[in-house]
C-alpha cells in the first residue's frame, strides 16, 4: 500500500509568485493536514480538512488556502511568496479527524523562495 | 500559551549507548503526547503516542514515559545504532473543539561510530 505522496518534491520560485502543492493521501484516509517546517525547527500547523472542508486552521495569512477533492487528496496553494515561505510543507492524512487517529507524514515538499 | 519544549537541542553519543530525551509541555487541556523520529529531508514517522492514563510505552528500543502532572516526557533510547542518528519530535494535541498540534522543536541525534 502506497504511502502519503506529496509532489514536486522540490520547487523554486521568487518572491510574489504563486505555488500549488499536492498530497494524495493513504487510500481509506479521510483527513489530510498541511504543516510548514523551516529549517531547525518543529513543524507548523497550516490547515486540516477533513471531508473535503476546513477543520482547522494555524495561524498563517491568507495567502495560504488550500482544499481537498472527492478522492480526499489535497492541494496547498500560497500566493505573493516571501522569502520567508521557504521550508518543508509537510502533509499528513490520517483515517478520521480526531486527534487520537494516527498521522502519516509525506516525504514533503521543498520549497525554496529566492 | 500552549508550548511544547524540548531538551536538549542537541546530542552526540557513541553507538551502544542509551540516551534520554526530554519534552515539557504547557498544552492544555491535554489530549496526547506522540513521539516522532524525523531524518533529514523526510517526514516525521510516529514512534509512539501516549493518553493521560498511560505512563510507559514501548516501541523496540524506544521507551516513551508521560508524567501528566508534571507535565514531561522523555523517550529513551536504548542500545543506540548508527540508524537513530535524526530528530525526535515531540507533539501535543489539545483536547478542544479546534484541530490542533503543537510541535516541539525537537532533538538532533547523532549517533557516532
Known amino acids: 500500500d502506497a504511502g502519503v505522496t506529496q509532489s514536486p518534491t522540490h520547487l523554486i520560485k521568487t518572491r510574489g509568485q504563486q505555488v500549488t502543492l499536492r498530497c494524495s493521501p493513504i487510500?481509506?484516509?479521510?483527513?489530510v493536514s498541511w504543516y510548514q517546517q523551516v529549517l531547525g525547527q518543529g513543524p507548523q500547523f497550516i490547515f486540516q480538512?477533513?471531508?473535503?472542508?476546513?477543520?482547522g486552521r494555524g495561524n498563517f495569512p491568507d495567502r495560504f488556502s488550500a482544499r481537498q477533492f472527492p478522492n480526499y487528496s489535497s492541494e496547498l496553494n500560497v500566493n505573493a511568496l516571501l522569502l520567508g515561505d521557504s521550508a518543508l510543507y509537510l502533509c499528513?492524512?490520517?483515517?478520521?479527524?480526531?486527534?487520537?487517529?494516527?498521522?502519516?507524514f509525506g516525504p514533503g515538499t521543498r520549497l525554496t523562495v529566492t | 500559551k500552549n508550548q511544547v519544549e524540548q531538551s536538549p537541542q542537541s546530542l552526540i553519543i557513541l553507538e551502544g549507548k542509551n540516551c534520554t530525551l526530554q519534552?515539557?509541555?504547557?498544552?492544555?487541556?491535554?489530549?496526547?503526547l506522540r513521539w516522532y523520529k524525523q531524518d533529514t529531508g523526510r517526514g516525521p514517522v510516529s514512534l509512539t503516542i501516549?493518553?493521560?492514563?498511560?505512563n510507559t510505552k514501548s516501541n523496540g528500543r524506544y521507551t516513551a514515559t508521560l508524567d501528566a502532572d508534571t507535565k514531561q516526557s522523555s523517550l529513551h533510547i536504548t542500545a543506540s545504532q548508527l540508524s537513530d542518528s535524526a530528530s525526535y519530535i515531540c507533539?501535543?494535541?489539545?483536547?478542544?473543539?479546534?484541530?490542533?498540534?503543537?510541535f516541539g522543536t525537537g532533538t538532533r541525534l547523532k549517533v557516532l561510530a
Open positions: 501516549m493518553t493521560f492514563s498511560e
Open positions: 487510500s481509506g484516509h479521510k483527513s
Open positions: 507533539v501535543v494535541s489539545a483536547d478542544s473543539g479546534t484541530y490542533k498540534y503543537i
Open positions: 499528513a492524512s490520517s483515517y478520521g479527524r480526531d486527534r487520537t487517529y494516527e498521522q502519516y
Open positions: 519534552c515539557n509541555y504547557t498544552v492544555s487541556p491535554f489530549s496526547n
Open positions: 480538512y477533513y471531508e473535503k472542508e476546513e477543520r
